[in-house]
């Protein structure tokens, strides 16, 4: 594998690590070799106690130093700018040396944790050098990172810039959300069991949230985040693959080809709200709490402009028209500066279609739900009325819990290590393909141009629960967001 920005944040915090924890746990074969390719003017020595230090803050699994020496044989440096010919020449060299000595076989993945603006820089100088095709019997794989793109027309400009280097079947885009545990959990439980698929459709379902919350701030991020905001950073990727998962039929089987089309169909059938003044919210946390500390406003972070209109809190309503669904509002929100870090899925139901007690009797009974716990607290919960110990007849709701933590002994792994195995392995059905990014984006597009014709987003306070903007858009359907 070949590592472009070993450098930065996500490669020391997330690739590495995920590198080492396969390694660890005897799931890279021993000619396994990776250069990294940065700036810095390094040895292949230094490269290694480097990486050596943050694999050992960020790994999941045990830190073993036999484990890791063995995998630091491996590695290899490269330092180079990309536009850079004779650094390419380098790398090229270095990655023949690898073939020869370790049994590399001419197998290549270039993982590219660079920002986007140098994909094309990047593809086109691998082609330059002849390391984008593969020779019979060989394969040469790219791995890509989030944001693919900035709207439609841009993430149709990288699409192309990257199809006409490699092929699509040897494109790899990561959305780690589709990584995770409980995210694939969420086909086996629709589809490996016979309890929930009859109650999944509009029928019996009332409405779909979903949310990904963060208590944290951009952090030291603001370089990337202003001018990209929550709508486009988790919204176009991570909600509307979940809402794919969570609204397809069933696949006809769980290969790449099957999955695609099946969240194609999803995608393809998604209508946006008439108004989407009335059905959207965004907002911008202003200062504020988080975890017992106060906090600054986003304006106040360092790098962000007095009087950025970039969103931290986004709020749709989508419709999916299918015979399953039509008719069931998909609420997707994320934000950041919120009152916890959450991400999950509920399934809110509609109420029994008569009850035969006395209205106080099921005045504290709420609306049953089917709530998949992505992060943290992985599991899932079922809330249904009781009844409550006592002579009266009073009905209130209970939550019956499923928490991976006590059903299995083994920890879950992190998303990086599955995909980057994927990658190794050629096992393509947890990356979105290019027709499932631009369908995203044709999603997204009506929403951000309006937003953007609306100048700044509302105020909310850190530590709440987003602008009050969202919560009347809740209201106008006669609807409540859950509190996580
Ligand atoms: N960080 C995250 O948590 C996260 C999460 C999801 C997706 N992503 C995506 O992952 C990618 C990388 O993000 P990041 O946060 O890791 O960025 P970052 O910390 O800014 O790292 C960028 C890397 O690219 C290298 N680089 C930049 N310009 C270069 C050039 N002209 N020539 C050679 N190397 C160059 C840098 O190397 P030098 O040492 O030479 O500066 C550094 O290693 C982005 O596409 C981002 O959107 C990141």
């Not at 709530?371 to 939550?399: C, H, L, W, Y």
Request: aromatic share 10%; with cysteine.
């Amino acid at each position: 594998m070949v590592l472009f920005g070993v450098t930065g944040d996500l490669s020391r915090k997330k690739v590495m690590p995920a590198i080492y924890d396969l390694a660890n746990r005897g799931l890279l074969p021993a000619g396994f070799s990776l250069v990294g390719f940065a700036r810095r003017d390094w040895a292949d020595e230094d490269f290694a106690q480097i990486v050596h230090d943050s694999v050992r803050q960020h790994s999941r699994t045990e830190f073993r130093e036999e484990v890791w020496r063995q995998l630091a044989e491996g590695f290899r440096f490269v330092p180079g700018d990309f536009d850079d010919d004779a650094a390419f020449g380098n790398l090229r060299r270095t990655i023949e040396e690898l073939d020869e000595s370790r049994g590399t076989q001419g197998n290549h993945a270039f993982y590219l944790a660079i920002p986007p603006t140098f994909f094309g820089a990047v593809a086109a100088q691998l082609k330059e050098h002849g390391l984008a095709r593969p020779e019979p019997g060989q394969w040469r794989r790219v791995v890509v990172e989030k944001p693919f793109g900035h709207d439609l027309a841009s993430a149709r400009a990288l699409n192309d810039i990257l199809g006409e280097v490699f092929e699509s079947g040897s494109i790899f885009r990561i959305d780690h959300y589709l990584g995770k545990e409980t995210v694939q959990n969420i086909l086996a439980m629709r589809f490996a069991n016979n309890l929930f698929e009859p109650v999944w459709n509009g029928n019996y379902v009332d409405h779909v949230q979903i949310t990904m919350a963060e208590d944290v701030g951009i952090g030291g991020r603001a370089g990337y985040y202003d001018g990209v905001g929550a709508a486009r950073d988790v919204i176009q990727n991570h909600l509307m693959q979940l809402m794919a998962l969570v609204a397809m039929e069933e696949p006809t089987s769980f290969d790449a080809e099957s999955l695609r089309v099946e969240k194609l169909k999803v995608l393809a059938s998604v209508v946006l709200p008439k108004r989407l003044d009335l059905h959207t919210a965004r907002g911008q946390y202003t200062a504020g709490w988080a975890g017992g500390e106060q906090v600054i406003g986003f304006c106040e972070e360092e790098g962000i402009g007095k009087t950025s209109a970039t969103e931290t809190y986004a709020a749709v309503k989508l419709g999916i028209d299918t015979r399953r669904w039509a008719g069931v509002p998909f609420y997707l929100r994320t934000g950041k500066r919120l009152g916890r870090r959450v991400t999950e899925v509920a399934i809110v139901f509609k109420k029994a279609p008569h009850q035969p007690f006395s209205a106080t009797s099921t005045e504290e009974l709420g609306n049953n739900a089917i709530v998949i716990r992505v992060q943290p607290d992985e599991g899932m919960t079922i809330r249904f009325g009781s009844k409550v110990p006592g002579t009266a007849m009073e009905i209130r709701d209970v939550n019956m819990d499923f928490a991976y933590g006590s059903s299995f002994t083994e920890a879950s792994p992190e998303a990086y290590e599955r995909l980057i195995l994927d990658v190794l392995l050629g096992d393509p059905p947890l990356f979105p393909r290019h027709e499932e990014v631009e369908l995203s984006w044709q999603i997204l597009d009506p929403i951000l141009d309006h937003w953007a014709k609306k100048g700044r987003p509302d105020a909310y306070p850190s530590g709440g629960w987003g602008p009050t903007s969202a919560d009347a858009m809740l209201a106008r359907d006669g609807r409540v967001w859950r509190r996580p």
